[in-house]
């Protein structure tokens, strides 16, 4: 049920429940800000892969010793 709802949120509300700013999350990323812009009011369930993949354990707040790309 949790999965649910946390997908269904767009990566703007799940990042800043994170307290991270677009920027920041692009520099965990190695992306441009510019991206995270792109699909900031996407729900993430939306967002295309592989982005989503690398995007929803930050949004989920896991731990980030276990992300090598980070």
């Known amino acids: 049920m949790f999965f649910n709802s946390f997908n269904r949120k767009t990566v703007k509300e799940l990042r800043k429940n994170q307290g991270l700013?677009?920027?920041?999350l692009a520099q965990r990323l190695k992306i441009d800000t510019v991206e995270i812009l792109k699909i900031d009011e996407?729900?993430?369930?939306?967002?295309?892969?592989?982005?989503?993949?690398?995007?929803?354990?930050?949004?989920r707040g896991d731990d980030t010793d276990k992300m090598p790309w980070l």
């Open 42 to 59: 996407i729900r993430l369930k939306d967002v295309p892969e592989p982005l989503c993949s690398l995007i929803t354990p930050i949004l």
């Open 21 to 24: 700013t677009a920027k920041e």
